[in-house]
């Protein structure tokens, strides 16, 4: 069975500019998690989707949003980029609803660099 | 809010000897306690999973323990080898909230 995948793996953008990242989970899983990483701020939680609607979002601004698509695929998008939003984002897929007791299947990861 | 606290500083041990991670949080007491492994460029990797009534969790050479009490979890592994090196964290999830919380990972050197 085919992991997490996230594209694009690298991204290099500008300030100000919007940025889209795609994850498509592993094939049944219906739940789909974004996380950011830094090396100040560790793995953060983003929001998770289920069933196409937002379940849970973590704190982060407005400029931070995502979607999820009937095949479960997701995408998360962040406009007018800031240099703090350099980061790893992380795409995390699991069976069902409910982070705590799901095992969570993480991709690769979208490296963003913002200039 | 909620703390989470693993050792920041990397934990040197010799291979064969066993490596023992702390998490500890604060305030509330979580429903369940995932352990995660993480090498360099990639995304996290699940290891274990205990919840709040269970004392202890193994999994071939890896061990959990979670004290509600002392409001901490260990996570060990036994007769390490140099390919268990890489970060580990630990990520409670608390009912309160509905968060899967991360701690900010402890690297763990296995030196042969």
């Known amino acids: 069975k085919a992991g997490v995948t996230q594209t694009p793996r690298y991204l290099i953008k500008t300030r100000g500019q919007q940025v889209t990242l795609s994850c498509s989970p592993i094939?049944?899983?219906?739940?789909v998690s974004w996380y950011q990483q830094t090396p100040g701020q560790g793995l953060q939680f983003l929001f998770e989707?289920?069933?196409?609607?937002?379940?849970n979002k973590g704190n982060f601004p407005g400029r931070f949003s995502g979607r999820q698509f009937s095949n479960s695929r997701s995408e998360m998008n962040v406009s007018t980029l800031e240099l703090g939003d350099s980061a790893l984002y992380l795409c995390?897929?699991?069976?069902?609803?409910?982070?705590?007791?799901?095992?969570?299947?993480f991709g690769p990861g979208t490296r963003l660099t913002v200039l | 809010s909620q703390k989470i606290e693993q050792n920041s500083e990397a934990l040197n041990i010799q291979e064969g000897k066993t490596a023992t991670l702390t998490c500890n949080y604060t305030?509330?007491?979580?429903?369940?306690l995932q352990w995660y492994r993480q090498d360099p460029g990639r995304g996290p990797v699940f290891l274990l999973l205990?919840?709040?009534?269970?004392k202890e969790k193994r999994k071939e050479r890896l061990k959990v323990t979670f004290d509600t009490t002392l409001k901490q979890s260990l996570f060990h592994i036994t007769a390490s080898q140099p390919a268990d090196s890489a970060t580990y964290l630990c990520?409670?999830?608390?009912?309160?909230?509905?968060?899967?919380?991360f701690g900010g990972g402890t690297r763990l050197m296995v030196k042969p």
């Open positions: 990520a409670p999830f608390f009912d309160a909230g509905n968060m899967l919380t």
């Open positions: 989707y289920f069933s196409e609607t937002q379940r």
């Open positions: 305030n509330y007491s979580p429903a369940y």
């Open positions: 205990i919840r709040e009534n269970e």
């Open positions: 995390a897929s699991s069976l069902t609803e409910g982070r705590g007791h799901n095992e969570q299947f």
């Open positions: 094939s049944g899983h219906r739940s």
